[in-house]
């Protein structure tokens, strides 16, 4: 079974520049997550789709923070504008369901913003 | 607000060697989770631990769970080279909305050494 496909796997941007990161879930995965793993520290989730509604979004900075689940399959998590501290590997993760015991993880996207 | 806490959070170990790393959580869960993760790779789930006295082993590893207490352990049995690498633990959100969310530990680093 293939897994969580993200891309890109790097990117490098400027501070106040836009980026975009996209992610095509395992085939079948109604649950989507978005995390925010900072250097040194545990993945944070972002945000939580199931299909293609928002369950959680708390923790998601929505002043430049925007992530959508078209269709319910590929999503698409975007920062405009970057900031410094937003310099974090970006992991996307699927499951079958929330109530499902198992979530796999893509490769992930660094994030440089300098 | 659930609290995830690890340690130690850096691990030395020569081989052979035996170590615990132990994660307490803050609030009721069902499902408490240990990955690894290699430096630059995404998460790669070892255990999923989904009740109180759940324990379950792979090679050099053993981990269980105790949720009276909150705490999880992870063994590791006569450490080798191949073992370095970071892990976490990770709960699952016990309910409501946000079912399916995991709050990660913040890491324990293992290095074993010759």
């Known amino acids: 079974e293939a897994g969580v496909a993200q891309s890109p796997r790097y990117k490098i941007i400027e501070k106040r520049q836009s980026v975009a990161f996209w992610c095509n879930p395992i085939?079948?995965?109604?649950?989507l997550y978005w995390y925010q793993q900072i250097l040194g520290q545990g993945p944070k989730l972002l945000i939580q789709?199931?299909?293609?509604?928002?369950?959680?979004d708390s923790q998601l900075p929505k002043d430049r923070f925007s992530a959508e689940r078209l269709k319910g399959v590929d999503s698409t998590l975007k920062i405009q504008p970057a900031k410094l501290e937003d310099s974090a590997v970006y992991l996307c993760?699927?499951?079958?369901?929330?109530?499902?015991?198992?979530?796999?993880f893509g490769q992930g996207t660094r994030l440089t913003v300098v | 607000e659930l609290k995830v806490e690890q340690n130690p959070l850096f691990l030395s170990m020569q081989e052979g060697k035996n170590y615990t790393i132990y994660c307490n959580y803050s609030?009721?869960?069902?499902?408490l989770y240990w990955y690894r993760q290699d430096p630059g790779k995404s998460l790669e789930s070892l255990f999923v631990?989904?009740?109180?006295?759940a324990v379950k082993q792979e090679g050099r590893l053993m981990a269980s769970l105790d949720t009276k207490a909150r705490l999880s352990t992870l063994h590791i049995t006569a450490a080798v080279h191949d073992l370095s690498a970071t892990y976490f633990c990770?709960?699952?959100?016990?309910?409501?909305?946000?079912?399916?969310?995991?709050?990660f530990g913040q890491g324990t680093i293992l290095t074993v050494h010759p």
């Open positions: 085939s079948g995965h109604a649950t």
């Open positions: 609030t009721t869960s069902d499902r």
């Open positions: 993760a699927s499951s079958w369901t929330p109530m499902n015991t198992e979530a796999f």
């Open positions: 631990l989904l009740s109180n006295g």
């Open positions: 789709f199931q299909n293609n509604g928002v369950v959680d």
């Open positions: 990770a709960v699952g959100d016990a309910g409501g909305t946000s079912y399916g969310k995991l709050t």
